[in-house]
């Protein structure tokens, strides 16, 4: 049985409850391109899948860049003149510029003020802040709390370290029949945003599950790794196996209300780019293809000219462009459980379609052999109006070694998985062989 | 004179007349894929062209296909209890499903009623039904006869052959001074359907009739075939005269009211695709062009992906898609003499499209020609607007080798006689020369 | 400094006015396409520019053409009965048909009456009418005017010569740092014509003036030339330097005040023709493209099949489509400086794309090279919404050895000087190299 066949029996919004609360054990971790933080997210993730988990040393060298110090974070607060805490670590995570240097002192608000970061127009919003190649430190906080501030010596304390020792990312191989790889990708480095992040690497890590242990055409790999760095680091660990990847997936933002987003790799026509559309466009959620772009999360990295990896992103909202994004409005109120089952239901019917698009090659290629004394010139089942005998027509007509299942699917304007049933159908009465790679 | 311009001189509503006449000397005659209705039809063609018969013997194998037994019918009716006649194969052949096996018993109604076939929505309309690869008998009727029809016991006769003997199809090939071919195939299995078999098979008849003789630059080769098996057995026997096929047209449905539908080889830029897309939008009547798909008439075997070749097909209302195909409805009222005429007018457009489109290789290719001092820098005739200038100007700048007529008619925008004309003029005066092949 | 940036420094409105007054000076002289017209025309041109007459023999081929005799012309009327000048050469040189031969007689006005042309839609135009191939003569005046000629016998004289002597054309030649060229080519052919003739070498010339010394990479060749013979010729006698054409831009018809026209080379995908559309959409005047045609001005030749060199049409009105179009309206009022000095500031547009269109290879094509560190990540100057940064990573992308600078212009949708600058930005900083031709 199919992926996407044996998925129906599934209860759907059963996986998305999961996924939510799977999210939700997540949210409260302080995560950053390094550090324990990631280290306890992918312990979370272990206990799901088998997942090996790599240690990258401070100051290794990875293409152009290094790895950074790695930075760990216990407590953070600014303390007013009375005593009162007005911004505390402990109550959420956003409010330290992620990466901050530590700091402990007693300062004026106005030497304070340069520190502090707001969203003047969405007053009851901490934003979320890096500083990670560029040593300094800060606070984010809402709007409305900077108002009340009034001038005054306040106590800042950054309790955290940014020293020598590792890059931290996770990487789950899933053996298929073939050494083609399938890549899929996800970030795990920003602390309390749920959508971006959270969603992403919770779908990742449910597919991972779903996948284990099936006989699979290719090989999956999955990685959940820190932006930017993480994908930079791995790229240049792992050129042998970068040479085997044959498509690929950047997972983010895939929990909130809205349709799919998917932003086409580099090549703009390879076979994941022509799998999304074709799949995407049969499910019932609004779809928009989005042409490639140099910027984005990791895509940027796989699709870089030395690279120009087959990698798109699958999303729902697109980064960068809703209020909530980068900011504590992100949370777990913003992703639903409901968006998150579509989404993993999205990246199952993906897989399905690299699984089964394959060539076939028709035996009786001069002519249309004799369906009716094989029984194939009827109907199956409930169809009856003649779609599935034209999906056979179609797949016998085009399977002359120049075309896939998706070319197929593309040039009928039939669903992909009636070619693909016809196409199956027709291998099993012998009609077709699968084309050798 | 090209083929078309002579035909301007010919009283076309005088041809739509004959061809109307023509198909309904064909129309009693039951035609089935063998047998002599096939024969008969055959020799009715054959005082009109120079036409080859050919027999195919029972069992002979065509590909993944056996040639079937031949079916020969004489009689068949339904007789009530009381001794009326209530299904009279003499009153119209389609009443018999075509290809029953012979029976002639008295059985009560209710085992009779799986044998009768009726349109419940079209209640005055006799269906037509086959059944070639499936040994069985039956009855066709219109719904509102079998409403009258009363329990009881039933005399049943089909007096018909289910036996060995031959597949019959006809040949008419016109040799030119190339022997590339140009393939013009219609189905003649059908029996009293008047645009599904007739027409299709009166404008190739008269089409060949109107070739025959004339110096042609192609050979012409006519298809009078019983449609899938026909096509089949004369592809399976003639593998090389198929790699001398340049060009295909199959006719079918093109004398009722409706205007044209040319649905495109499998290739989809053959030069037959854009040769009658160019010579239709210049006609008068609408022209739809359809993608090609591999269901349809016997563009289904030529374009199947072992011969792959550039056939199209010509019809006015496509298959299936009118209520009155394959009922007692299409009849020689639901075809009309002017439509048969301008489908034979569009079938000597194409031929003429086909013999006129060439390369040519301007003689002059640096700058162009004095075109003032050989006089060709004035429009000849009537037309002063300086479209006869311009035609010649693209037809001189783009006889590089590399554009035939139909390709500088498509790019220039202008019409293709306009262009072969000014090429015409322009090889008379050693402005250009033919490319050799 | 890039030519587009140092003319923006540059009072645009000033050289507009001073474009209209070089026209101007030009306006009177009876141009033709030999003679003395021709030579006072160069001269004047040479003032400004270093500018190579070349004179070339009556009765030279060219091609399929032969330089025709030599025409000057010093007086031409017509004498009414009653001793008035009824059309006087001195009031408006457009009154003799161009290139008429001699004449002087006393005739009557019905045998005057065939040689005399006027355009009875606009009665107070005077028409351009030429016989350059066909040995006449005649006389072009307003309706108006002759609608006042009464019967009798008129003087008519016409008082030139048709001789052997020469072609004449100018040259001008700036040596940039590759020997590969650009082409611009202008007609200097038509008397009293403003915007068809003057304003195309008005903006020609001051073209060459503005890069003359300049340290280009391509070579410029301008042309000054009689329509279609002087391209016939040019060509004819330079078949070496016509390998070296990379790009070209024929002028003409650029000082109306409509929006601009390019109509494409032969080719259509030529550098020049993506260099226009790329930057001239970025310029406040519309811009409409055109598909090449073989018909024209002189790119009729440029692009004829022997050379299909790059070169397309700079126009703003289209010729033939305005009604001023070969008329005396076509004045010095129908041409307007801020026309002329648009179209100069888009023809230094152009030729800085065509010098900065180059392709750069990424040196660090293995993910995105760590731009914050080179201070890269942060837009320089006013611009902060972060195009300058997109741009940089759409350069660095992209810049792989298959694409130019124009193909990322054009893929990322960014305008071309955006990406030019960032090239440029990364080329300084290492990351960036040129790609050797």
């Known amino acids: 049985m199919g992926l ?8 759907l919004s059963e996986i998305g409850r999961e996924l939510h609360l799977f999210a939700a054990k997540l949210y409260p971790i302080c995560r950053s391109i390094t550090g324990d933080g990631i280290r306890k997210t992918l312990n979370v993730i272990q206990r799901k899948i088998p997942l090996q988990i790599h240690e990258v040393q401070t100051g ?21 003149p009375d005593g009162q805490f007005v911004v505390d670590f402990q109550q959420c995570n956003l409010h330290v510029v992620n990466y901050s240097k530590p700091i402990h002192a007693t300062l004026p608000l106005s030497e304070i003020r340069p520190h502090l970061f707001t969203i003047p127009d969405e007053p009851d919003w901490i934003p979320y802040r890096t500083s990670y190649y560029n040593e300094d430190w800060g606070f984010c906080l809402t709007h409305n709390q900077m108002l009340t501030l009034e001038d005054g010596d306040y106590e800042v304390s950054i309790d955290a370290t940014l020293e020598d020792g590792h890059l931290t990312y996770g990487e789950c191989y899933l053996a298929g029949r073939s050494s083609d790889e399938v890549l899929i990708s996800c970030h795990i480095c920003h602390p309390s945003l749920a959508n971006d992040n959270l969603s992403g690497l919770a779908v990742a890590t449910f597919l991972a599950q779903h996948l284990s242990g099936r006989d699979l055409r290719y090989s999956y790999r999955f990685l959940f790794i820190p932006g930017t760095i993480g994908a930079i680091t791995w790229l240049a660990q792992n050129k042998e196996t970068v040479e085997r990847i044959r498509n690929g997936l950047v997972l983010s933002c895939v929990g909130d209300a809205k349709g799919f987003h998917y932003k086409k790799s580099r090549r703009g026509d390879a076979e994941i780019d022509r799998a999304v559309a074709c799949v995407l466009r049969e499910c019932n959620e609004p779809l928009e293809i989005l042409d490639f772009s140099p910027y984005g999360y990791d895509e940027r990295q796989y699709c870089s000219p030395g690279f120009n990896l087959p990698v798109g ?14 900011t504590s409005a992100d949370n777990m109120d913003f992703i639903l459980p409901e968006s998150l089952g579509g989404s993993f239901q999205a990246c199952v019917a993906i897989v399905d379609a690299l699984e089964r698009n394959q060539k076939y090659i028709n035996q009786n290629p001069f002519c249309e052999p004799q369906l009716g004394r094989r029984n194939l010139y009827k109907a199956t089942g409930v169809e009856s109006d003649g779609r599935e005998i034209n999906a056979r027509l179609w797949v016998l007509n085009l399977s002359d070694g120049e075309n896939s299942l998706l070319d197929i699917a593309e040039r009928s304007g039939m669903s992909f998985s009636l070619i693909c049933d016809a196409a199956e159908l027709l291998n099993q009465s012998g009609l077709l062989r699968v084309m050798p790679a």
């Open 60 to 80: 290794t060298s990875v293409f152009d860049w290094k790895i950074p110090k790695e930075w760990n974070i216990r407590n953070a607060y600014i303390k007013a």
């Open 313 to 326: 992103c699958l999303m729902r909202s697109v980064w960068g462009t809703f209020p909530e994004y980068h």
């Open 4 to 11: 996407l066949k044996e998925l129906c029996t599934i209860n």
